[in-house]
């Protein structure tokens, strides 16, 4: 009953699309015909001899029977008229020169007796000129009497407020999408009142009946002569220092500045260009183009079997979006958190629906799990973003730092050598270099097996350093928003303090990219830009939040936490970072351990990491592996050299 019922709600649909179809067929029938007979009549100067109207009445039934057929092969009446556009016309185009082909072709090949069957090539080419573009005409003010209609219907509501006057920062490629939404869209209730750009040759051009009025520098006289409400940064790929400067001008005057989302979010379809939102810290630390080499990511994942640990995780989930670009075979989501597994899962079932997505709730230090997942799957490709990250926190926990950064990173990275993988990924951190806490320590640890791996496995190994990233779990920008939310103080352990900053998705192509570049045994060390300062941080956090620092806003200085340092280094002085072939990625001469004593010190790590009260050991053990350990801890008595008496 359900089901008819279902067919029965369906029917009046299935009828109007079909009755639609056959209304717009029926009129480009009128409307192709209309242009063969002009077409004639224009041969012949509108006086058409005799002997020549009942050749054209023969040719009229012929014609545009090839005509229609032509524009329903390419897929015309597929498009949808109010959507018609640039790219909709290659389909007209296809279908004019293919229903040329055979009228030619019949001209051609009909005897002399069919003389009157032949259509006169003037003809031809008139008939096909005028006919198909009689046709797109139609569609073409279809559509604009489409947006008329939508923008005065969602203008109604706006009609009685006045609309904000905006000025557009940026006429490249994302300005123009904005200025086009924008008048499109009568919903909006903006106005765009002019474009400001600093390149010299777009002076006072005009890009849809919208003027390039001036430059940044010439925003304090423009915002006060045009009465501009606020600004929109229309830049897409806007370096840091451009934002630094377009805000510091409007700061000045003062006014607000808004910003369009970027132009990487908006090609993956994340969020449309109307989503227009004030501007945000981050912006200001990362909006830095990636220039990817897709041709060796292809080679890399596309095609294979891809597991990545730590699914659900900041950096983990967008390596999972990143990764289904490239068309894996399959993607095996491995996560201990069962919501955050739930989510990333129901969120690329949504993206790529015919990729096999498989989620695995499963603790990389499982190791029976663990070894049943790869010995099912078989992973062709390994990434591994799985780790405790959080450096004070780890101090307070190093056993569980041990297990989990350590020990379990050895069992994933042994068993894609086990069973096959071509390439294992460990994602690192700038922590690693010369590091004085036990997360930094762990990770340093955690390079050396990976090398000390890829001497006994045919898998690739290598792992890739970075440093913070904006907008992951724990990172510093949602906290200092939370704290302003609360009426401060943002507390900042140190007015020195700076870091190095990159964006999820930059650093997640990075990844990618140098794992697709990797011959075995690399440590990829990526180029972070300038390191910043935690406190010019904050500050912006709170300028952006419509405070003032240390009027509305306290800033705190708390001190330095266990194991963080000043600052942080991507490489040890002398290390001679080698290029490669992407201008973002290097490779660190990075000395190796001695493989006995790697494998001699994980044993140890394993029997620490099972007693009680056992931290000290690990923390001298953890000393000793750790070269570049600033200040090793003294009368130290190492297990490596201990290992015959069992101490």
Same mark, same amino acid.
């Given at each position: 009953?359900?089901?008819?019922?279902?067919?029965?709600?369906? &029917?009046?649909?299935?009828?109007?699309?079909?009755?639609?179809?056959?209304?717009?067929?029926?009129?480009?029938? *009128?409307?192709?015909?209309?242009?063969?007979?002009?077409?004639?009549?224009?041969?012949?100067?509108?006086?058409?001899?005799?002997?020549?109207?009942?050749?054209?009445?023969?040719?009229?039934?012929?014609?545009?029977?090839?005509?229609?057929?032509?524009?329903?092969? &390419?897929?015309?009446?597929?498009?949808?008229?109010?959507?018609?556009?640039?790219?909709?016309?290659?389909?007209?185009?296809?279908?004019?020169?293919?229903? *040329?082909?055979?009228?030619?072709?019949?001209?051609?090949?009909?005897?002399?007796?069919?003389?009157?069957?032949?259509?006169?090539?003037?003809?031809?080419?008139?008939?096909?000129?005028?006919?198909?573009?009689?046709?797109?005409?139609?569609?073409?003010?279809?559509?604009?009497?489409?947006?008329?209609?939508?923008?005065?219907?969602?203008?109604?509501?706006?009609?009685?407020?006045?609309?904000?006057?905006?000025?557009?920062?940026?006429?490249?490629? @994302?300005?123009?999408?904005?200025?086009?939404?924008?008048?499109?869209? !009568?919903?909006?209730?903006?106005?765009?009142?002019?474009? +400001?750009?600093?390149?010299?040759?777009?002076?006072?051009?005009?890009?849809?009946?919208?003027?390039?009025?001036?430059?940044?520098?010439?925003?304090?006289?423009?915002?006060?002569?045009?009465?501009?409400?606020?600004?929109?940064?229309?830049?897409?790929? @806007?370096?840091?220092?451009?934002?630094?400067?377009?805000?510091?001008?409007?700061?000045?005057?003062?006014?607000?500045?808004?910003?369009?989302?970027?132009?990487?979010?908006?090609?993956?379809?994340?969020?449309?260009?109307?989503?227009?939102?004030?501007?945000?810290?981050?912006?200001?630390?990362?909006?830095?183009?990636?220039?990817?080499?897709?041709?060796?990511?292809?080679?890399?994942?596309? !095609?294979?079997?891809?597991?990545?640990?730590?699914?659900?995780?900041?950096?983990?989930?967008?390596?999972?979006?990143?990764?289904?670009?490239?068309?894996?075979?399959?993607?095996?989501?491995?996560?201990? @958190?069962?919501?955050?597994?739930?989510?990333?899962?129901?969120?690329?079932?949504?993206?790529?629906?015919?990729?096999?997505?498989?989620?695995?709730?499963?603790?990389?230090?499982?190791?029976?799990?663990?070894?049943?997942?790869?010995?099912?799957?078989?992973?062709?490709?390994?990434?591994?973003?799985?780790?405790?990250?959080?450096?004070?926190?780890?101090?307070?926990?190093? +056993?569980?730092?041990?297990?989990?950064?350590?020990?379990?990173?050895?069992?994933? @990275?042994?068993?894609?050598?086990?069973?096959?993988?071509?390439?294992? +990924?460990?994602?690192?951190?700038?922590?690693?270099?010369?590091?004085?806490?036990?997360?930094?320590?762990?990770?340093?640890?955690?390079?050396?097996?990976?090398?000390?791996?890829?001497?006994?496995?045919?898998?690739?190994?290598?792992?890739?350093?970075?440093?913070? +990233?904006?907008?992951?779990?724990?990172?510093?920008?949602?906290?200092?928003?939370?704290?302003?939310?609360?009426?401060?103080?943002?507390?900042?352990?140190?007015?020195?303090?700076?870091?190095?900053?990159?964006?999820?998705?930059?650093?997640?192509?990075?990844?990618?990219?140098?794992?697709?570049?990797?011959?075995? !045994?690399?440590?990829?060390?990526?180029?972070?830009?300038?390191?910043?300062?935690?406190?010019?941080?904050?500050?912006?956090?709170?300028?952006?939040?419509?405070?003032?620092?240390?009027?509305?806003?306290?800033?705190?200085?708390?001190?330095?936490?266990?194991?963080?340092?000043?600052?942080?280094?991507?490489?040890? &002085?002398?290390?001679?970072?080698?290029?490669?072939?992407?201008?973002?990625?290097?490779?660190?001469?990075?000395?190796?351990?001695?493989?006995?004593?790697?494998?001699?010190?994980?044993?140890?790590?394993?029997?620490?990491?099972?007693?009680?009260?056992?931290?000290?050991?690990?923390?001298?053990?953890?000393?000793?592996?750790?070269?570049?350990?600033?200040?090793?801890?003294?009368?130290?008595?190492?297990?490596?050299?201990?290992?015959?008496?069992?101490?």
């Amino acid at each position: 009953m359900n089901t008819l019922t279902k067919l029965g709600s369906r &029917t009046p649909r299935v009828f109007f699309w079909i009755r639609a179809k056959c209304l717009f067929l029926l009129c480009d029938a *009128v409307v192709l015909a209309t242009a063969f007979v002009l077409s004639y009549l224009l041969r012949f100067d509108f006086i058409i001899p005799a002997n020549k109207m009942a050749g054209m009445r023969v040719q009229l039934v012929y014609v545009l029977a090839i005509q229609i057929a032509a524009l329903i092969l &390419t897929g015309v009446y597929a498009i949808i008229w109010r959507y018609i556009g640039i790219i909709e016309l290659k389909a007209f185009a296809i279908a004019a020169v293919g229903s *040329v082909v055979p009228l030619v072709l019949l001209r051609g090949l009909l005897p002399d007796e069919q003389i009157k069957w032949r259509v006169p090539y003037s003809v031809m080419v008139m008939t096909t000129l005028l006919g198909f573009g009689f046709v797109l005409s139609i569609r073409v003010l279809r559509r604009a009497s489409y947006e008329r209609r939508f923008k005065r219907n969602n203008g109604k509501r706006l009609a009685s407020s006045h609309k904000k006057p905006v000025l557009l920062i940026g006429a490249g490629r @994302a300005g123009v999408m904005t200025a086009k939404e924008i008048i499109n869209r !009568g919903n909006m209730n903006l106005i765009v009142r002019g474009f +400001v750009d600093d390149d010299p040759e777009k002076q006072g051009s005009t890009i849809h009946r919208i003027k390039v009025v001036g430059t940044v520098a010439d925003l304090p006289r423009l915002v006060k002569d045009l009465k501009i409400d606020h600004v929109i940064i229309s830049i897409a790929q @806007a370096t840091r220092e451009q934002f630094q400067q377009i805000l510091s001008t409007c700061e000045k005057i003062p006014i607000k500045a808004r910003i369009i989302p970027g132009l990487y979010e908006i090609l993956q379809e994340r969020v449309q260009i109307s989503r227009i939102r004030d501007v945000q810290v981050e912006d200001l630390l990362g909006r830095e183009p990636v220039d990817l080499n897709e041709d060796d990511m292809g080679r890399f994942l596309e !095609g294979r079997s891809v597991i990545v640990t730590g699914a659900g995780g900041s950096i983990g989930s967008e390596l999972c979006r990143q990764v289904v670009r490239f068309r894996p075979a399959s993607l095996l989501l491995v996560e201990r @958190a069962e919501f955050a597994l739930f989510n990333i899962h129901h969120e690329l079932q949504a993206i790529v629906p015919d990729i096999h997505l498989i989620p695995l709730v499963a603790d990389i230090g499982d190791e029976t799990r663990m070894t049943n997942i790869f010995n099912k799957y078989r992973p062709q490709v390994v990434i591994h973003a799985a780790a405790h990250k959080h450096v004070p926190m780890m101090e307070m926990n190093c +056993v569980e730092a041990v297990k989990n950064n350590i020990l379990g990173t050895r069992m994933v @990275a042994d068993l894609a050598g086990r069973f096959g993988a071509e390439a294992f +990924v460990l994602i690192s951190t700038d922590k690693a270099v010369r590091p004085n806490s036990v997360m930094g320590s762990c990770k340093r640890v955690a390079e050396l097996v990976i090398q000390n791996l890829n001497q006994k496995h045919r898998t690739r190994y290598v792992a890739v350093r970075f440093g913070n +990233v904006i907008g992951s779990s724990g990172s510093v920008i949602p906290i200092f928003r939370e704290q302003i939310r609360r009426g401060g103080p943002i507390t900042v352990t140190h007015p020195d303090m700076t870091r190095y900053f990159m964006t999820i998705p930059e650093a997640s192509q990075l990844v990618l990219q140098a794992g697709a570049m990797a011959r075995g !045994g690399e440590i990829f060390v990526l180029d972070m830009g300038e390191p910043v300062r935690i406190l010019d941080i904050a500050r912006q956090t709170i300028i952006l939040s419509g405070l003032k620092p240390d009027e509305d806003i306290k800033i705190a200085f708390t001190g330095i936490r266990p194991g963080e340092k000043l600052f942080e280094e991507l490489e040890v &002085t002398g290390e001679n970072m080698m290029k490669t072939r992407h201008p973002k990625i290097f490779i660190g001469n990075i000395d190796s351990f001695a493989a006995d004593k790697v494998e001699e010190a994980m044993e140890w790590l394993e029997i620490y990491s099972r007693g009680e009260d056992r931290e000290d050991d690990i923390r001298r053990l953890l000393a000793q592996l750790v070269a570049e350990y600033p200040n090793p801890i003294p009368e130290m008595v190492s297990p490596l050299m201990t290992v015959s008496t069992g101490a």
